[in-house]
Nanobody, 121 residues
Framework: QVQLVESGGGLVQVGGSLSLSCAVS????????MGWYRQAPGKQREFVAG???????SYADSVKGRFTISRDNVKNIGYLQMNSLKPEDTAVYYC???????????????WGQGTQVTVSS
């Protein structure tokens, strides 16, 4: 019923920038929260950034000042602008949405398939 599709990953040099997008589609009543997580090889998935509907964004300490999360509530698209990239930012980045679907009062977590970001030194 709900799909999250990330795009925008790729290979970039240290200090470069990338912009990720997350398009949400389906029988959406509301998107209460959108977030980005990442998982590097051999590590657990970790929080990167998130923004609640009508609220302030929050960031992991490791990306504060470098990454910016935003969302287009009309188009149901989330964005993650990543600047001053470092090798330690290399990971698969996942979009997360806490979504209420039409006809259901519950709010559930949905995930995208992930997009690879590689920062070369």
């Amino acid at each position: 019923q709900v799909q999250l599709v990330e795009s925008g990953g790729g290979l970039v040099q240290v200090g470069g920038s990338l912009s990720l997008s997350c398009a949400v589609s389906g029988s959406i009543f509301s998107i209460n929260y959108m977030g980005w997580y990442r998982q590097a090889p051999g590590k657990q998935r970790e929080f990167v950034a998130g923004v609640p509907s009508g609220g302030r964004p929050s960031y992991a300490d490791s990306v504060k000042g470098r990454f910016t999360i935003s969302r287009d509530n009309v188009k149901n698209i989330g964005y993650l602008q990543m600047n001053s990239l470092k090798p330690e930012d290399t990971a698969v980045y996942y979009c997360n949405g806490r979504i209420r679907v039409i006809g259901n009062s519950g709010i559930y977590d949905y995930w995208g398939q992930g997009t690879q970001v590689t920062v070369s030194s």
